[in-house]
């Protein structure tokens, strides 16, 4: 069975039983909608649904994408039967009070002992409520970000109105320290963003570097964790990213996303703050109007105001099964995914086809395909990728300034700026059974030619 959702819906419908009786003793009421009709729906959508890459499946190694945990997807259909809103305490009590519980978890997990934080619909909005926080304290100074940071920091900036600056990174994807010294030297800056684990090739800042020079500087540490947070549990990442990892709860603010390595549905992103007192920030005058109780509310803490439940309650349930330990399943399988990456990029190493770059730091691998020059690499990169989704295995393509691609391929010719490489993030623990099998299949599309 693909998805075993025989199995999962028995188990759905014996908490829905539970849930339901919970309210057994309101009077009779009917349903306005019937269900008539739905049937031919849901086959049109399950249909046109199958045009999708097979995202839950190990061959699927290519784009930043995962499949929530069971526990996730059923606890996340439970709630919607009601539908909490996780706005006020009016909406939803007990999916509130699981997600500062929730919250609670994730800010021990990084060693915070005071906190402040809540859900989002995601990275993006929780690294727009760190820069807003960021650019509220120190209202002159820029942003700054690595060259390799999420692009979303620079749109971010701008929607805030604050002034964005790129540091140059190192031929690894890291932001190097002495060009943010020498940034520093020059102008004022607000914000510094360190990304632990880029998007693009899953490198870790060195934030233990960037706190050193706070205390010179003055700047806020905001820590982009969106994709690589969770790996700060994990046993299998090298000895320096472990150091940079373990300096989060000394940053001023850290966004995760659940939704990434935290088995969750979309739509669940989370921001933390060191300092609960930005809570201050975001007073607003209406509370009293709508809120039913003195209770602090959620609504009070986020910029989003009406937000999913079902989410909070999503996540409390994945946490309670697979607690978020070190050593525990939930890092075990996190692990597997660091071997995985190790394994595959070994694998490259070997290979005539291909030319390994940057040793991963986490779980995401990007590779060249051999050639002349940099047009021609770009251009059998696109072709592999091509030849492989074909035969059902599915990567990503990135493309890297020339001069990071040369510092790991010194003879390439560099006839264009850029460099299309092949890109293959290994998220999910079955990928690390499935690298020696997609390896070979690389190099059978490869010699084919
Ligand atoms: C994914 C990602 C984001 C954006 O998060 P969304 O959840 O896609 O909105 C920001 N920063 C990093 C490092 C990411 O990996």
């Known amino acids: 069975m693909v998805f075993r959702h025989e199995t999962e819906l028995e188990l759905l419908k014996g908490a829905l039983d539970t849930l339901a009786s919970g309210f057994a003793d309101l009077p009779e009421a009917d349903t306005y909608y019937s269900l008539d009709g739905m049937e031919d729906v849901l086959q049109d959508v399950a249909r046109r649904m199958q045009d999708n890459f097979p995202y839950h499946h190990p061959r699927y190694a290519g784009q930043m994408l995962k499949p929530p945990h069971p526990v996730a997807r059923l606890a996340y259909a439970l709630s919607l039967w009601l539908n909490p ?21 994730i800010a021990r997990m990084f060693g915070f002992s005071e906190s402040l934080g809540h859900l989002c619909g995601g990275g993006t909005m929780a690294n727009l409520e760190g820069l807003w926080v960021g650019g509220r304290v120190q209202p002159r100074g820029k942003v700054v970000a690595s060259a390799q940071a999420h692009y979303t920091h620079r ?84 000895e320096e990213a472990r150091r940079q990892f373990a300096q989060i709860a000394n940053a001023d603010s850290v966004v995760i996303d659940p939704h990434k390595h935290g088995l969750q549905p979309y739509g669940c992103g989370c921001i933390v703050f060191r300092d609960p007192a930005v809570a201050a920030l975001y007073r607003h005058d209406s509370a009293y109007t709508y809120y039913s ?31 978020m330990q070190r050593g525990g399943a939930f890092a075990t399988a996190l692990d597997r995914s660091l071997l995985a990456a190790r394994n595959f990029r070994n694998g490259i190493e070997t290979s005539r086809n291909f030319v390994s770059l940057m040793e991963p730091e986490l779980d995401i691998v990007v590779y060249a395909v051999r050639a002349e020059d940099a047009g021609e690499a770009s251009q059998r990169a696109r072709d592999v990728f091509q030849r492989a989704a074909e035969r059902n295995l599915h990567l990503a393509l990135i493309d890297l300034p020339a001069s990071m691609v040369s ?27 499935q690298v020696d099998e997609i390896c070979a299949t690389l190099e059978r599309i490869c010699d084919e030619k």
């Open 293 to 323: 109780s003195a209770e602090l509310h959620l609504g009070e803490i986020s910029l989003e105001c009406s937000r999913p439940g079902a989410a909070a309650v999503a996540l409390w349930t994945t946490q309670q099964l697979l607690p």
């Open 407 to 433: 510092h790991w391929w010194p003879d390439l010719v560099l006839n264009r700026d850029t460099v299309t490489c092949l890109r293959s993030c290994l998220m999910k623990p079955e990928h690390l059974d």
């Open 155 to 238: 749109r971010i900036s701008e929607v805030l109105r604050l002034e964005f600056e790129a540091i140059p990174v190192s031929a690894s994807g890291r932001m190097d320290v002495d060009a943010l010294r020498s940034v520093l030297q020059k102008e004022e800056v607000g914000t510094v963003v360190a990304t632990l684990g880029t998007t693009g090739v899953g490198a870790v800042d060195p934030l233990a570097e960037i706190l050193e020079l706070r205390e010179e500087h003055g700047f806020r540490v905001h820590v982009d964790a969106a994709y690589g947070g969770y790996f700060h549990i994990a046993s299998e990442q090298p």
């Open 85 to 105: 809103n996780n706005h006020a305490l009016d909406g939803g009590r007990a999916s509130s009070a699981m997600e500062l519980e929730c919250v609670e978890a």
